[in-house]
């Protein structure tokens, strides 16, 4: 029973490992729908995703041939036979095993060439995943900022029904008038079609998250949830320090002027010589039988010319990527400085919004309503100040889904997620 041990563990590392994949194969269709749930489902079904990590891995299966000798050679000859059959009628018989050897090193560059490519296509595979879970994150708060306005136009449909019923009651007493009740009839119209709109616009932000989750665009989804305080991390110097340590396409860069390093080194030995290594065995009719061997190499010189211009193009390659790279450098800091510029103006007036704006309309709705009650203020400038609170709502919930998604773009321009417990 010893043999058995062992089974019990297997299974738990089995189990350790199904867990997460089981987590990622569900989505919430109602209720509260993490972002953090959307991401990870996105990682696990994401097509373009997938197919990026399958080139990776093909990538991966190529050092391994490139760094492999050529297939041996098995050849027979046949000397002064009179017929093909039997093959004994034959004076001399032949047989050859012969195989190519590169000089030393020759394959072993390309091996790592190979292994560079393979490197390559793994940023590249990391930047697909950043461009995929940016835009994830986008399709996401687009798809929060939907349900914050329905919200805010169901608050106000009710808020101009009752506002439609006081100027109803008013005008039917004799202290109102006809126009007030039109008004308020109107503004309850244009606040409904806002609804239907809105409610169509939700239906499409949803299609467009399923379809980078590769999900049916009808199938449901619950509701995102309320973002959290908005913190900009920095400082500029730091994130900009993590964008050269760990963005892709600076690894991809990286790893081409290593390749490139390569390709000038396996260049200068295109001028030493290849070898070919035969083995013979003889079977002589009329003598002894016995064997042979010969080597024989390749003579570069006669082409010198072939060779220089090899070793000219692999230094004007490794020329060119390595002003690719400080071009990507540049671009890096660039978009790292873009994107943390973007998230600051967004908090400021998502705080703004939030601290200021928003206390002032609730209140100067409210006033204007005591006033309209009182008869101090006309229905005209009682719709206006509810026009006004609506739109600061929506304001604030824009300035909280653009804050979201400018923090994507700044987490895909540093390389990686950013924790948002940081603060500046």
């Known amino acids: 029973m010893r043999q058995h041990r062992h089974i019990p563990l297997i299974a738990a590392a089995i189990a350790t490992l199904a867990r997460p994949l089981a987590r990622a194969g569900e989505l919430a269709a109602t209720g509260p729908l993490p972002v953090a749930d959307v991401v990870a489902y996105a990682r696990a079904h994401n097509p373009e995703l997938e197919a990026a990590r399958w080139r990776e891995a093909a990538a991966r299966a190529v050092p391994a041939q490139a760094a492999a000798w050529d297939d041996p050679t098995l ?133 467009r998250l399923n379809e980078l989750l590769s999900r049916g665009p009808e199938e449901p989804l619950g509701t995102p949830i309320d973002p959290g305080p908005a913190r900009v991390p920095g400082p500029l110097e730091r994130l900009i320090a993590l964008a050269r340590e760990s963005h892709p396409d600076l690894t991809a860069r990286a790893a081409a002027v290593e390749r490139e390093k390569d390709d000038v080194a396996l260049a200068r030995r295109g001028y030493l010589p290849d070898f070919d290594l035969t083995l013979e065995r003889f079977y002589n009719r009329a003598g002894r039988d016995g064997y042979g061997a010969m080597i024989a190499m390749t003579v570069p010189l006669p082409f010198k010319y072939r060779r220089d211009a090899a070793l000219d193009e692999a230094h004007a390659r490794l020329a060119s990527e390595e002003a690719m790279r400080r071009r990507a450098e540049d671009r890096a800091a660039s978009a790292v400085k873009r994107a943390l510029a973007a998230l600051a103006a967004a908090a400021a007036e998502r705080e703004l919004l939030a601290g200021t704006h928003l206390p002032q309309a609730e209140q100067s709705f409210a006033a204007s309503r005591d006033a309209y009650a009182a008869g101090n203020l006309d229905f005209t400038a009682l719709i206006d100040s509810l026009r006004a609170i609506e739109s600061t709502h929506l304001e604030h919930h824009e300035a909280a889904a653009a804050f979201e998604k400018a923090y994507a773009s700044l987490e895909t321009a540093v390389g990686g997620e950013l924790p948002r417990e940081e603060r500046p």
């Open 75 to 207: 050849a027979a000859e046949s000397w002064n036979t009179p017929r093909a059959v039997p093959y004994d009628g034959a004076d001399n018989n032949i047989l050859k095993l012969s195989q190519r050897l590169p000089f030393p090193g020759k394959l072993g560059l390309r091996g790592r060439m190979a292994t560079r490519d393979a490197d390559l296509a793994a940023a590249e595979a990391r930047m697909t995943e950043l461009a995929v879970l940016e835009a994830v994150k986008q399709a996401y708060w687009d798809l929060w900022l939907a349900d914050r306005h329905l919200a805010v136009y169901t608050r106000d449909l009710e808020l101009a029904r009752e506002l439609a019923a006081g100027a109803a009651g008013r005008y039917a007493v004799g202290t109102g008038r006809q126009p007030d009740v039109l008004r308020a009839e109107v503004e309850r119209t244009h606040i409904a079609t806002r609804l239907v709109t809105t409610r169509l616009e939700r239906e499409q932000a949803a299609a």
